[in-house]
């Protein structure tokens, strides 16, 4: 059974390629080395990762992305909040999105983010800390929550722009 981080793994691996270790990849997303182990067995019994390429298995990764995450991992809101922007509050969807008056972008909680808006629960609760210094990471994860979460309307354009990221 997959767990949310072993998206956040896959997602990373799939932006960064194959040159990586446990500990570095644990160091990058704020994880441990043996989440990020069992984040790869699973992925791999699932499909979604190449065990002799060492990489995700991309379409697989976006299907799962396209038509089961916003299922699997939905979006739990909360009350307005400081944090980072997410989905259509983040690029690349911002500003390709218009807010009407009183509409508050989506942020994960972070006492150090730089935004407020409404709280939406990160598929893991590091992804705020795994992002500060990972602007490519920060994107695809807000993309990913933009299908999570999003409109009709967003979740196209998120799909669409994780489909030339992931490619």
Do not use: F
Not at 120 to 147: F, H, I, K, Q
């Amino acid at each position: 059974m997959l767990k949310p981080q072993d998206i956040v793994v896959l997602v990373h691996l799939g932006l960064r390629g194959d040159d990586w270790t446990y500990p570095s990849l644990a160091s990058a997303l704020s994880l441990s080395a043996s989440e990020v182990h069992a984040a790869i067995k699973r992925a791999q019994a699932a499909g979604l990762y190449d065990e002799v390429r060492r990489t995700p298995r991309r379409r697989e990764l976006l299907e799962l992305i396209t038509h089961g995450v916003r299922y699997v991992y939905p979006v739990q809101r909360g009350s307005i909040s400081r944090g980072r922007p997410t989905a259509h509050g983040a690029p690349p969807l911002r500003g390709r999105i218009r807010l009407s008056e009183g509409d508050v972008i989506p942020v994960w909680p972070d006492p150090e983010g730089e935004a407020r808006g409404e709280a939406w629960e990160p598929l893991y609760p590091s992804v705020p800390r795994a992002t500060r210094n990972d602007p490519e990471l920060c994107e695809a994860l807000a993309l990913v929550d933009a299908v999570r979460g999003g409109r009709a309307r967003e979740r196209t354009m998120a799909i669409t722009e994780l489909k030339g990221r992931l490619a």
